[in-house]
């Protein structure tokens, strides 16, 4: 596509459920990165993936999160038995190679009610 | 530890005035310097970065190793420059990981 493309928009989720954030990746684009930005903050790493190797995932908050690219593309993160400070943006962003700069996709604002 | 920092949370000016929008990081290694802006309702996107050294829209910013700092700066700020700004750190490791600064929303009133 012609960008990177996330879904859903915005997902409202109560409290201990299961989310599942997807994220489309620029096609041939090797890089791919998560990102979490909370309300009035910077967006802060979570995890990279080099094509379907998960290189880095130092930044994931707890081991509720987890995150997959399976065949090198799409990519989901999923958070297991969300809680409120779990509420934020979830950003995806992707590169050519790796140094080129990213491409941030418009991201999915997750609630947590 | 790696961090970034800047330090204004809003910055108001009047259309045509000088802007600066300051950044000061802390890397032991060695840095690459972004910064990057977000328009309202748009999604986040590359604005400059040090190793290009270019000026895209109008501004500048030049990394300074001694201060630390990567202030980016333009001398008479437009109305559509409004958005938020981040500045950002890159963590040399075999690819680009992003540690970003809290943003400064910049407001330029006519």
């Known amino acids: 596509g012609a960008g990177v493309s996330q879904s859903p928009r915005y997902k409202v989720a109560k409290r201990g459920q299961d989310v599942a954030l997807r994220c489309d990746p620029i096609?041939?684009?090797?890089?791919l990165f998560w990102y979490q930005q909370a309300l009035g903050q910077g967006p802060e790493f979570l995890t990279y993936?080099?094509?379907?190797?998960?290189?880095?995932k130092s930044g994931l908050p707890s081991d509720r999160f987890f995150a997959e690219r399976p065949e090198g593309s799409v990519s989901t993160l999923k958070i297991q038995r969300t809680q409120q400070e779990d509420s934020a943006v979830y950003l995806c962003a992707s590169s050519l190679a790796l140094f080129q700069s990213y491409t941030f996709g418009s991201g999915t604002r997750l609630t947590v009610v | 530890a790696q961090r970034v920092t800047q330090p204004e949370k809003l910055l108001s000016v009047f259309k045509g005035a000088p802007v600066e929008l300051k950044c000061n990081y802390s890397?032991?290694?060695?840095?690459?310097l972004f910064w990057y802006v977000q328009y309202s309702r748009q999604r986040l996107q590359l604005l400059l970065r040090?190793?290009s050294r270019e000026s895209i829209k109008g501004f500048t910013a030049d990394l300074n190793k001694g201060e630390t700092s990567f202030h980016l700066k333009k001398p008479f700020a437009q109305e559509e420059d409004s958005a938020m700004y981040y500045c950002a750190l890159g963590i040399s490791g075999g690819y680009n990981k992003l540690i970003f600064g809290a943003g400064t929303r910049l407001a330029v009133h006519p």
């Open positions: 890397y032991s290694g060695s840095p690459e």
């Open positions: 040090h190793i």
């Open positions: 096609s041939g684009h090797v890089s």
């Open positions: 993936f080099q094509n379907e190797a998960q290189l880095d």
